[in-house]
């Protein structure tokens, strides 16, 4: 061989010897960000999410870190949830995967059911399933909600009217003998 080709052929091996660990690690990593409950002694592939379960972000520009935990939308954020049937659309968007909270900033419309909000900026609390909405400067939060119409329902019909002194009521058997 000459001389050359041999020591590009080693540089080439000492690369591979140098970068393949860091690949794999990578890899491991990279797996367990995204499900934080597999461990990396797990032999097992994690169980296939069910679509309907899952939560679809799509953006002009995506950065997850690893050691955070917090995955970083930006640009054109659309946010897609079947399981709570909520539709998100904002300018940035945070996931902190490890504190169970979502937050959006930027002209952020949410949509749930029928009924809305819009914000500067809006926090949503997964597992309590609770938004928390604050203005941009010199401006409201703005919410429009689906409100039932009772006059339609006849759950209320067999309600009694209160009474503030209610009758007492003779007892069905007579009290024991002392």
């Known amino acids: 061989m000459y001389p050359t080709k041999l020591l590009n052929l080693t540089i080439l091996r000492l690369l591979i010897a140098l970068l393949l660990p860091s690949a794999i690690g990578g890899a491991i990593v990279a797996e367990n960000f995204f499900n934080p409950s597999v461990s990396k002694a797990?032999?097992?592939?994690?169980?296939?999410?069910?679509?309907?379960?899952?939560?679809?972000?799509?953006?002009?520009?995506?950065?997850?870190?690893?050691?955070?935990?917090?995955?970083?939308?930006?640009?054109?954020?659309?946010?897609?949830?079947?399981?709570?049937?909520?539709?998100?659309?904002?300018?940035?968007a945070q996931y902190f995967s490890r504190?169970?909270?979502?937050?959006?900033?930027?002209?952020?419309?949410?949509?749930?059911?029928?009924?809305?909000?819009?914000g500067e900026t809006v926090t949503y609390l997964i597992e309590e399933g609770r938004f928390v909405a604050l203005p941009g400067g010199g401006q409201q939060v703005e919410s429009t909600y689906i409100v039932p119409d009772d006059s339609t329902s006849t759950k209320n019909a067999a309600v009694e009217p209160f009474n503030p002194k209610p009758a007492f009521k003779n007892p069905f058997s007579a009290p024991p003998a002392p």
């Open 42 to 92: 797990q032999s097992t592939p994690p169980a296939k999410q069910d679509p309907a379960t899952a939560m679809t972000v799509r953006s002009d520009i995506q950065e997850a870190d690893a050691n955070t935990g917090i995955i970083t939308a930006r640009g054109n954020v659309q946010i897609n949830y079947p399981a709570r049937n909520i539709q998100a659309t904002a300018a940035q």
């Open 99 to 118: 504190e169970g909270r979502i937050v959006l900033s930027g002209d952020v419309y949410i949509l749930q059911e029928g009924s809305s909000i819009r």
